[in-house]
């Protein structure tokens, strides 16, 4: 998670040499195709959380990577996914707002797919549409190959996407061992406009440590329950108070249902110590400080359902 994370405001246009770059570059795919943790790998940092649950992302997040040749601002995404509510339905709307904003669209098609027989999947094919629609440059990134071991199932994806005028940058790489992401950047760079950096360049997020201090408990949650429950769970900082040597955070963790509250908690009060634990750890990291970390439990009927119920989670 990054250090300097103030909402930063936009720097004015300066003097940069003409050959300098700098655009918005979205990370778009269906969920769990590993767009999260490519993020993070091009960052050198943990930005966004990553569990191999589908559907981790819930809300576009901007990141920065920022080079003496370049800008790149990233837009990570929610995985495109049938949408169930109008949780699912701002999740999707967050990607194809980012796929809109772009001025590159980096997409990710996961490899390791159970769902695929040759070729792309039926909802790959959907996104296909939607993203073959941009006049926006494309790199189509064929993840996850590490995972691959015959390398010739890549080619009726590519044979497709050439098809679709969707050839002109095709990329087998791994966002877990790196291998192939040089190459990447290489490639976004040369799609990227000229122009000068936008973000201060120690910038790495528009995001404050609150936001990232509530993704990192709902990781944790997400990573230590099953079912609907990290589905149905949002995480609010109520309090967040940076004490000279330790900061002290409390935070709600909504769940829609009674028996979501007694799943949160666990026998004893036990899973809820275990998830405090895993996030204070990861929080900790992330601030270099010493955090005291209280969690509270409480229900919110139906908030995936209801627009501002949702905005009262951080979801506009
Ligand atoms: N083996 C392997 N696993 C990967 C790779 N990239 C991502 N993963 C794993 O895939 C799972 C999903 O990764 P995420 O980065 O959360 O995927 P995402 O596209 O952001 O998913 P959503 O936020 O749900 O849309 C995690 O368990 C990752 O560790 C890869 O290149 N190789
Ligand atoms: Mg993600």
Redesign the pocket.
């Known amino acids: 998670m990054p250090k300097h994370t103030e909402s930063p405001t936009p720097k004015a246009p300066n003097a940069s040499p003409a050959a300098h770059r700098c655009g918005y570059v979205a990370?778009i795919?269906?969920?769990?195709?590993?767009?999260?943790?490519?993020?993070?790998a091009v960052l050198g940092q943990k930005v966004?959380?990553?569990?191999?649950?589908?559907?981790?992302?819930?809300d576009r997040l901007l990141a920065i990577h920022t080079t003496p040749q370049y800008q790149m601002i990233f837009l990570?995404?929610?995985?495109?996914?049938r949408p169930v509510g109008k949780l699912g339905r701002y999740m999707n709307e967050a990607a194809y707002g980012a796929l809109r904003e772009a001025d590159v669209t980096v997409w990710?098609i996961?490899m390791?797919d159970r769902n695929r027989a040759d070729g792309l999947t039926t909802p790959e094919r959907a996104l296909l549409q939607r993203i073959a629609d941009r006049r926006n440059p494309v790199i189509a990134v064929l993840?996850?190959?590490?995972?691959l071991r015959d390398k010739q199932r890549l080619l009726p994806i590519m044979a497709e996407l050439a098809a679709h005028n969707l050839g002109d940058c095709l990329l087998p790489?791994?966002?877990?061992?790196q291998?192939g992401l040089p190459v990447l950047l290489d490639e976004i760079q040369a799609r990227l406009p000229e122009g000068p950096a936008v973000f201060p360049d120690d910038i790495v997020s528009d995001k404050a440590d609150k936001y990232f201090v509530s993704e990192l408990v709902r990781e944790a949650i997400t990573l230590q329950t099953d079912k609907e429950v990290p589905y149905k769970t949002a995480v609010v900082i109520d309090r967040y108070v940076e004490e000279q040597r330790r900061t002290v955070i409390h935070a709600t963790i909504f769940v829609e249902r009674d028996s979501q509250k007694g799943i949160m908690i666990g026998k004893g009060g036990q899973r809820l110590v275990q998830i405090g634990t895993a996030a204070r750890a990861q929080i900790e990291a992330m601030l270099g400080t010493p955090v005291t970390l209280h969690l509270h439990v409480n229900v919110a009927p139906n908030w995936t359902a209801d627009p501002a119920k949702l905005r009262e989670m951080g979801y506009q």
Do not use: C, M, Y
């Open positions: 990370l795919g269906r969920p769990n195709a590993g767009k999260s943790t490519l993020l993070n966004a959380i990553v569990t191999h649950k589908p559907q981790t992302t819930r990570d995404t929610p995985g495109v996914h990710l996961d390791h993840n996850k190959i590490d995972l790489l791994s966002a877990k061992t291998d």
